[in-house]
């Protein structure tokens, strides 16, 4: 005995031939799967809604925004101290470079000091302005022990 549809279909036994198969236009595509399910959809005004305050949203608020705040407390209190330190170490090179600094305009300032003050710079001014080297008698000493001002009045 044969199954349903190999009787219905016709394996030999049965009388029934094979549905036949319908033809296709070659460029027709075939249909595609759920083709045939429509959704539709219902416009709904929902201005007039107002909206119910949680209660406990706003805890849940607070308290995620407490913990952000610790978090950022804790993360600011480790990586203050080695802020600090890279700060003070630019901080220190500043300094170190501004000494050089300072050191080299010192040499230079107390260079130009000695060229100005050198016994053969004073010999070459004086001859041009005509200065000569006074005699003894030009000389006079103050004494710094007098209270009274005779020594301005001396000529």
Known sequence: MATQPTYAYGTGFGTVGAPPRP????????ALPHESVFFYRKAIDNTRLVREADPQSRGACWSAIGAAGILVALLFGVLAPSVADTLSGYKLQS???EERRLLDERRT???AVAERLSPERLARLADRQN?????SGQIMRLDG???DASVAMVK
């Open 131 to 135: 200065l000569v080297t006074p005699t």
């Open 95 to 97: 300094l170190r470079a």
């Open 23 to 30: 033809v296709r236009h070659p460029y027709e595509l075939r």
């Open 109 to 111: 300032l107390e260079l």
């Open 145 to 147: 022990d007098r209270p």
